[in-house]
């Protein structure tokens, strides 16, 4: 008898074992960054022993799950911890794939901007700069454009008070200095440069790299102030589904939606859309204009990625854009388009982008990359009719190899520019083609100690043969300290209706003195990167920059010597950008963080012996962002802000009764995000909390407002405007004079849902 009870009990254990096994569940899936595999990763179900650290490829897999209801915690040093909640059923298998974003302290991220090759930050010998989506999130703008507005040494410069049109300053230097890419390509140029930085969907967004200073030896002649390269997310590591949208106080809506699809095994599909709207009319300074241009706006983009064999990369991408804006006198319709009755400017944009880039199946790294726009522009300024395209084709290989100490890459490239517009300066359409070849070798000659030299050749047949050196020196002190030295050439040839639109709105004559040189210039800068690690878990990361860049042949428009006209000519002189820059970034284990940044520069013009401060660049600038996570409330405050030192502004005369200089002036913004909803991110703040606008202290922005066809100004036989009962300081209809935004202080509300 005892025996039978013996054996039953056994076979009851055996039973109920075999039972709860079969209650047991697994986990699995794969932790990535931006796409690329994050291994070591640490992944835990909460409340439990259950964990485990992802292999080299990212991937992890969890056994023996008792089923119920988990939250899954991956964290990962220099990223944001990550949790989602998961239901796991009895028996049953669930696959998660995690995307990790970068925190504050992360100074480990892939940089190929650089180089052009990928390469950790620490470990690049060109200093760049990173900014993740995060970042991006903590002051939520409808354009790349104003996204950079918190970026220290970097400025989204509004060059037109009616239209609202603008460029990228970096280090005081004018938008034309800067070249844009997207994924590497250099679409962004020319007419692109004032209307191609809208309509980028910031939800597809990877990341932004930025360097500041030349970068010419690897990307030709636009990359003379610095470069901005934004990169988009493959679709791989893309959310199954995303939105985003908000609402300000001004009437404003902006609205990303995207979505990853599966084509085939091998094959994703991301997919995204941009649409911005505002066409409430404010004129809040009471001049009878705008305030804002009124935009409506769409943007298409998909992206293709295809999994080859040996990891070789194949990925295509689209991008169509068409945008309506309009500002001018608040009675404007689109029946005065062109007209002299009510003054309005008009711009209808049309422009579409394909790129994509090949690696060819050798043993050897050969990258193949190539794009196309096509932009075509219907515009009117007043009763100024200004009609434009452009295409651009470009189309680069590359060669990237090692050998011992070498870290070797040569390219060869062709770019073919076309434009063709309605102004008296273009005669016939404008046909060239560039073809460039370049070379770039890092040489390892010490443990802690490496030099890169860079040159490219290029032919443009207007100019001929130009050669672009490049040269620099990264010294690794340790793992914590990075020491850099960066020295270069730029060379840029000058586009002026495409590039500054300040020479089509008014009423002032465009002079072009002579014919224009090529702009040449010099570059030096020192950076040093320095990370600490405290024992109570403290992050503190400090990036400083001394830069000098000297310019031969710069091209300016000349504001001041004839009130009534813009001339352009090349300087007599020299001008100089040189100045400091530092970035402290420090976060906290109890989750506040804190990114403040500061540039000093001193960017001016000597001619005849005489130095003046560059028009419309300031000496100092400030940025900072402090962050804030209530753990419990799942809610995070983040204050972001900027500021501005005087910079010079143009004056229509000695009568001109408005400052000569503006003033110091700071945006300053509050948001808070609840993220305590599954899937679903609420956020909302307030925008300009100082309500800080440029007519402060001005009698007037616009000169001339209430007559902008300059009916009723007299003027010499010299064409100069004269002083008369009803136009006292003898001025003309000018929108040129604009250092901000007219925008004051608004209240602003959005929602985010993400499916993985």
């Known amino acids: 008898m005892k025996s039978f009870h013996k054996h039953s009990i056994l076979l009851w254990i055996a039973l109920t074992s075999s039972y709860c096994f079969a209650q ?190 030349p970068a010419s030896s690897l990307y030709g002649s636009e990359a003379v102030g610095g470069l901005i390269n934004i990169i988009t997310k493959k679709a791989i590591s893309a959310p199954e589904f995303f939105a985003d949208g908000f609402a300000t106080g001004w009437g404003e809506y902006n609205l990303d939606v995207g979505s990853k699809i599966s084509v085939s095994d091998k094959t994703n599909l991301l997919l995204g859309i941009n649409y911005f709207n505002y066409d409430v009319p404010v004129d809040n300074n009471g001049d009878n204009f705008t305030d804002l241009t009124l935009q409506d706006r769409i943007s298409l983009f998909q992206k293709w990625d295809f999994e080859r064999e040996h990891n070789r990369l194949l990925s295509l991408a689209g991008r169509f854009f068409y945008e309506d804006r309009w500002g001018g006198e608040m009675q404007w319709t689109p029946e005065y388009r062109g007209g002299d009755e009510i003054y309005g400017e008009s711009i209808y944009t049309r422009r579409w982008e394909l790129l994509g880039k090949y690696q060819l199946p050798f043993e050897e790294k050969f990258l193949l990359s190539f794009s196309y726009n096509d932009h ?150 020192i950076n040093y990167l320095k990370k600490i690690y405290s024992d109570n878990g403290t992050f503190i990361g400090l990036d400083a920059s001394a830069f000098y860049t000297r310019f031969s042949n710069v091209i300016l428009p000349d504001y001041e010597t004839n009130p009534n006209q813009i001339i352009y000519d090349n300087l007599d002189g020299k001008s100089v950008s040189q100045g400091i820059s530092a970035n402290v970034d420090i976060a906290f284990p109890s989750s506040f963080k804190i990114m403040v940044g500061a540039t000093w520069q001193d960017v001016s013009n000597t001619e005849n012996g005489v130095t003046q401060q560059q028009i419309l660049t300031e000496s100092i600038t400030a940025t900072w962002n ?52 599954n899937n679903f991110e609420v956020y909302g703040g307030i925008k300009n909390l100082l309500d800080w606008t440029p007519n402060r202290g001005n009698p007037f922005i616009i000169a001339r407002a209430s007559d902008p066809f300059d009916k009723e100004v007299t003027f010499d036989n010299n064409g100069n405007a004269v002083a008369t009962p009803n136009n006292p300081y003898a001025l003309t209809f000018d929108p040129s004079y604009v250092y901000g935004p007219n925008q004051g202080i608004r209240g602003f509300f959005g929602l985010r849902y993400t499916v993985f």
């Open 376 to 525: 075509n522009q219907n515009s009117v300024y007043g009763d100024t009719e200004y009609l434009a395209d452009q295409r651009i084709g470009f189309a680069q290989l590359t060669w990237d190899r090692t050998a011992g100490n070498h870290d070797l890459l040569f390219g060869s490239a062709v770019r073919y520019n076309y434009y063709d517009d309605n102004t008296p300066a273009t005669t016939e359409a404008d046909k060239i083609w560039i073809p460039s070849v370049f070379a770039q070798d890092e040489y390892s000659f010490a443990p802690k100690h490496s030099f890169l030299a860079g040159l490219r050749y290029d032919y443009d047949q207007r100019h001929g043969n130009i050669l672009t050196p490049r040269a620099a020196y990264k010294w690794k002190i340790s793992d914590n300290d990075i020491f850099r030295v960066n020295a270069g050439t730029g060379f840029r040839v000058v586009n002026l209706f495409t590039e500054d639109h300040a020479a089509l709105t008014g009423s002032r004559e465009v002079v072009i003195a002579e014919e224009l040189k090529p702009e040449r210039s010099v570059n030096v800068n």
């Open 24 to 213: 047991t569940t697994s986990l699995s899936g794969k932790v990535t960054d931006n796409g690329e595999p994050l291994p070591l990763a640490n992944v835990l179900l909460k409340g439990t022993e259950i964990g485990t650290a992802t292999d080299i490829d990212g991937a992890f897999e969890l056994t023996d799950i008792p089923a119920g209801d988990y939250m899954v915690l991956v964290t990962s040093l220099g990223y944001q911890p990550y949790q989602t909640k998961i239901n796991l059923g009895a028996g049953a298998h669930k696959t998660i794939n995690i995307q990790l974003e970068a925190s504050a302290q992360s100074l480990e991220e892939t940089v190929v901007t650089g180089t052009l090759k990928p390469v950790s930050r620490l470990e690049s010998p060109v200093p760049v700069e990173v900014y993740s989506p995060a970042f991006l999130k903590k002051n939520p703008t409808a354009s790349v454009f104003d996204a950079l507005q918190n970026v220290n040494g970097v400025r989204p410069q509004i060059n037109c008070n009616v239209c609202n049109t603008g460029d990228i300053h970096i280090n005081g230097l004018e938008g034309p200095y800067t070249l844009v890419l997207i994924d590497g390509m250099p679409i962004v140029s020319g007419l692109g440069t004032v209307y191609g930085l809208t309509g980028i969907p910031n939800s597809l967004i990877a990341q932004i790299e930025i360097v500041k200073g």
């Open 626 to 677: 402090l962050s804030y996570t209530f753990r419990s409330l799942h809610l995070t405050a983040d204050y972001t802000g900027n500021l501005y030192g005087p910079m010079r502004l143009p004056l229509l005369g000695d009568l001109d009764p408005r400052s000569e200089y503006s003033p110091t002036w700071s945006i300053q913004n509050i948001q808070f995000t609840y993220k305590g909803l």
